[in-house]
């Protein structure tokens, strides 16, 4: 089954404790990026990566890193966690289309709930 | 990326159509119209996207109006398990570039038994 897989699902961790959000995509897909969701603020992209060793910053990259090293692995990295980033987490992955095909379908993960105390 | 602008919430019976609109009075014309769907707290599950020409799919279909404004989309059967937060999300194809999808606060849709 075509899936984007997400680990662990939920964590609660401490303030300056890092860890790592894994995904990894089974599509071949080259674009792979990573959202936050908080109550009333939407989804908001942190990081993508546009194919490997290839990663760039979103709307709110502040205080997560990244790394493409394989195609279909996509970690996210908190190396020192702080409570403002408790947060549901999506990993996302898109095949990329060539021009005139129209679809920027993203595939979602289904989401890493993160709590830091 | 176009705004849009979608009811905070909607009710339907179960078996019965779902209509969610959406308007997008600002769209360009390279700019797709996208419908995505959460389901509490799940990731975002694709639905159905078009450009000009009305779309259906085996979950739904996408009225587009031929100003391209606004857009319906349409879960012809609805079930209890369609009861999710529905986004309508225009944006233009990026060729080679940052393929990122801007959710706004969407359309809560909850299905009546």
């Known amino acids: 089954e075509a899936q984007v897989t997400q680990n662990p699902r939920y964590l609660i961790t401490v303030t300056g404790k890092k860890l790592t959000v894994t995904c990894s995509q089974n599509?071949?897909?080259?674009?792979m990026s990573w959202y936050r969701q908080d109550p009333g603020l939407g989804l908001r992209q942190i990081y993508y990566?546009?194919?490997?060793?290839?990663?760039d910053k979103g709307d709110v990259p502040e205080g997560y890193k990244v790394s493409r090293k394989e195609k279909r692995n996509f970690p996210l990295i908190l190396e020192s966690p702080s409570p403002n980033q408790t947060s549901l987490y999506f990993c996302?992955?898109?095949?990329?289309?060539?021009f005139g095909s129209g679809a920027n379908v993203l595939t979602f993960g289904a989401g890493s709930r993160l709590t830091v105390l | 990326d176009a705004k849009t602008t979608q009811p905070p919430s909607m009710d339907c019976a179960e078996g019965r159509a779902a209509n969610l609109p959406c308007n997008h009075s600002?769209?360009?014309?390279?700019?797709?119209v996208y419908w995505y769907r959460q389901i509490h707290s799940q990731g975002p599950q694709y639905i159905i996207h078009?450009?000009?020409n009305n779309e259906t799919n085996e979950m739904a279909s996408l009225i587009i109006t031929e100003d391209r404004k606004s857009s319906t989309l349409i879960l012809p059967h609805a079930t209890l398990r369609d009861t999710a937060v529905y986004y309508c999300?225009?944006?233009?194809?990026?060729?080679?570039?940052?393929?990122?999808?801007?959710f706004g606060t969407g359309t809560r849709l909850t299905i009546i038994p």
């Open positions: 996302a992955s898109s095949s990329r289309q060539g």
């Open positions: 599509m071949n897909h080259e674009y």
């Open positions: 990566s546009m194919n490997v060793e290839v990663t």
């Open positions: 600002t769209i360009s014309g390279n700019e797709y």
């Open positions: 078009g450009l000009k």
């Open positions: 999300i225009v944006r233009a194809q990026s060729n080679f570039g940052n393929e990122k999808l801007t």
